[in-house]
């Protein structure tokens, strides 16, 4: 019989053989994602874009500029002319925040009281709502989530009077309690829904290992949950407070009319009826009630852009 060579001796050189990584097969929902943000980023989409943004934000500077001009001068030339006779005042901010006929300030007040918890109050609900289903198997989960979700088929106009009816035989009517339910009536279904989502998307390993260390759902949901959930809640946050912000049928069905409770958009629909040739107090009345929204909505971006992007790319 031939002898069979024993084999040759391990060398260095064939220990330090590089790690060869095979190229991982990308899903359908990940080409996707690049093929259009190949396809935003182009030098045309971004043209566009800029065109767009620009036509949008004409209306709003004209608006912004017009609620520094004077009377006189709003009545005789238009805003782009402001510029080849540059005279610009406060005394229309001044009129329309503490005048004795507008008093803004007061309506100004009552918009923040009621959006706060207007968007705190269905928040923290959905929240709970959402681990629930999420992650905890009970009996009738899903067809209770599923009647949550077609809730948000019912529109909002046909709820005005039954809510009313029985706001009125609770005492209610007329007060911040009102508002705030009723908000937080409306905006549940979907809070729930997108929070939910967000919840399933995040790993289920995590869970389990904090369930494995002792951890209870009260732990697992503020210390591993929480700090993952931040873009989701920033952008339904957004969506919230601008929804109860620029509010006016909610507001005006549920207030009352009262002074004081209304918000500031009942008060600028009113002086658009009684003031519709006062454009000085018209135009500083306004950009009073967009300039916080405005600022929301800038300082939250990033959140708002980052939970419109989570779990876009899983398939």
Known sequence: MTAVPPPAPLTAEADEQPNIRVPRKLSRAEKRAIAIKGKLSSPWASGIAIVIAILWTIPTFGLFVTSFRDKSDIRATGWWTAWQDPSFTL??????????????????????????????????????????????????????FVAVFALQVVPIQVTLIPLLKQYVSWGLDGSFWVIWLSHSIFALPLAIYLLHNFMKDI??????????DGAGHVKIFFQVLMPLLTPAIASFAI??????????????TFAGGSPNVVPLTVRVAEMSGTRGSAWELLSA???????????????????????????????
């Open 203 to 212: 790993p289920a390993s995590l869970v389990e290992a904090a369930r494995v």
């Open 285 to 315: 009345g306004a950009f009073i009630s967009m300039i916080v929204p405005l600022v929301v909505f800038l300082a939250l971006q990033r959140y708002f852009v980052r939970g419109l992007l989570a779990g876009s790319v899983k398939g």
């Open 239 to 252: 969506f919230q407070f601008l929804w109860v912000w620029n509010d006016l049928l909610v507001a005006l």
């Open 91 to 144: 005394e229309n901010y001044q009129q329309a925040l503490f005048g004795s006929s507008t008093s803004l300030a007061t309506y100004f007040v009552n918009s923040i009281v009621i959006t706060i918890p207007s968007v705190v109050i269905p928040i923290s609900i959905a929240l709970l709502a959402a681990y629930a289903f999420a992650w905890i198997d009970f009996r009738g989960r899903d067809l209770l």
